[in-house]
């Protein structure tokens, strides 16, 4: 197994800015990715990390440290839309093999 | 829309009863996935085809039978199922290599009285 860990729930304020942390142990993996799943949708792609360091897309950016079993989705400029939760999941050897986590929902206050 | 399809979007179905949850994607992939969702758990991975062959079967009770009759559809045959199996159960899709993201479908809620 992969032992994905992510906070269960987290509160944030509109406009400020929100760390989602993700902490894993494996064997060895392939890649490390992001999905936003909103209440009753399916989960969609948000970001991607094959080598440790960070990504950035627009207001998302997703880090990762291989040596330190460790991944944080960092949202910017944080929106009521952005109330969703957000899903961790690593890319096993076997390159059709996902693991997920539990996911952390993300409350987005006023 | 993320390309990937699934009917019916909700069931209800009694423990004796026999029905099927199809999935289909237009994005000429040709891996497809099956996953299991529950509240408060990880999305748990239930079957993996790739060029139509299975390929990833993670111990799944036998009440559920995947078919893949090409690369663009995918089935899920259900019949004597649990109150316990009732949850999310979302395809999604990738290419063969799984190099990049995989695409989920929006998910049918399942009820088993």
């Known amino acids: 197994g992969q032992n994905i860990d992510q906070p269960t729930e987290m509160t944030a304020t509109e406009g400020a800015i929100v760390q989602i942390n993700c902490t894993y142990q494996?064997?060895?993996?392939?890649?490390l990715f992001w999905y936003q799943q909103h209440a009753g949708e399916a989960p969609t792609f948000l970001s991607y990390n094959v080598l440790d360091g960070l990504e950035e897309k627009g207001r998302f950016s997703s880090f990762l440290s291989r040596s330190k079993g460790y991944s944080y989705l960092l949202l910017k400029e944080l929106q009521m839309k952005d109330s969703a939760s957000y899903l961790c999941?690593?890319?096993?050897?076997?390159?059709?093999?996902?693991?997920f986590g539990s996911g952390t929902k993300l409350n987005v206050k006023p | 829309e993320t390309g990937v399809t699934q009917t019916p979007r909700h069931l209800v179905m009694g423990m004796t009863n026999k029905k099927s949850l199809k999935c289909e994607q237009h994005l000429g992939h040709n891996a497809m996935y099956w996953y299991k969702q529950s509240a408060k758990k990880p999305l748990e991975l239930m079957f993996v085809?790739?060029?139509?062959?299975?390929?990833e079967n993670n111990s799944v009770p036998s009440r559920f039978s995947p078919e893949c009759p090409n690369s663009s559809h995918l089935f899920l045959h259900l019949h004597t199922l649990q109150p316990e199996d009732s949850a999310l159960y979302l395809c999604?899709?990738?290419?063969?290599?799984?190099?990049?993201?995989?695409?989920f479908g929006p998910g049918t809620r399942l009820t088993v009285l």
């Open positions: 999604a899709s990738s290419t063969r290599t799984g190099e990049n993201e995989q695409f």
């Open positions: 999941a690593l890319k096993g050897r076997n390159f059709n093999k996902f693991y």
């Open positions: 494996t064997s060895g993996f392939n890649g």
């Open positions: 085809y790739s060029l139509e062959e299975r390929v």
